[in-house]
Structure formats: C-alpha cells, structure tokens
C-alpha cells in the first residue's frame, strides 16, 4: 500500500514559480512511476508530467520547458518544479502512483490547488 501527499500549492501571479511535492509512505516508492495530473473547473483531468522508476522523464507539450519533474528516492518524494506559470496552468494538480506491473494508476493523492493570476 502507498500514500500520497501532495504539497506546495497556493496562489501566485504569472510568470511566477511554484514546487510541488509527492510525498509517498512505503519502503518500495521507488519502484513505482509517478504522475503529475492537473484538472481544471469544467475539464478532464490530464496527466502533465510523469517519471519511471529508472529516472525517465516526459511532459505534456503545453508545459515543455516550463515544468520539471524529479524525484528524490531517498526522500520518497517526487517533485514538480513549475516555473513561468500562465492562468491557463490553475487546476488541481494531482500525483499518483502506477507499480510497473501495472496497466492503471494504483495510488492517488489528494490534490492540490494552484491558481495563477494574470
């Protein structure tokens, strides 16, 4: 079984920067993939970040350049450092957490708000 916390949200102009964090419990975190999945009012949830076991890396194109994702195994955290945030990124932002067996998201937080004003 794996928890997850996400942190670090809040409000911040645009252009600006937030970190979010994914905080996990279980000894075999690093193991797993992690996603980062934002949902905006009105829209489907969209994965936007999502990193292997091995340290591979992929965003979604509307955030290339602008968001990183990384983790920290010996912290069982793994991170989303945004940086030049437009309105458009406000969402809840989500982590969660598929085991490499697996064919579906195993494990989800519980979100985090991230509005960006103009």
């Known amino acids: 079984q794996v928890q997850l916390v996400e942190s670090g949200g809040g409000l911040v102009q645009a252009g600006g920067s937030l970190r979010l964090s994914c905080a996990a419990s279980?000894?075999?975190?690093?193991?797993?993939?992690v996603g980062w999945f934002r949902q905006a009012p009105g829209k489907q949830r969209e994965l936007v970040a999502i990193?292997?076991?091995?340290?591979?890396?992929n965003v979604v194109n509307s955030v290339k350049g602008r968001f990183t994702i990384f983790r920290d195994n010996a912290k069982n955290t793994v991170y989303l450092q945004m940086n030049s945030l437009k309105p458009e990124d406000t969402a809840v932002y989500y982590c969660?957490?598929?085991?490499?067996?697996?064919?579906?998201?195993?494990?989800w937080g519980q979100g985090t708000q991230v509005t960006v004003s103009s």
């Open positions: 969660a957490a598929r085991a490499v067996v697996s064919v579906s998201w195993d494990y």
């Open positions: 279980g000894r075999t975190f690093s193991s797993y993939s």
């Open positions: 990193i292997t076991s091995g340290g591979g890396t």
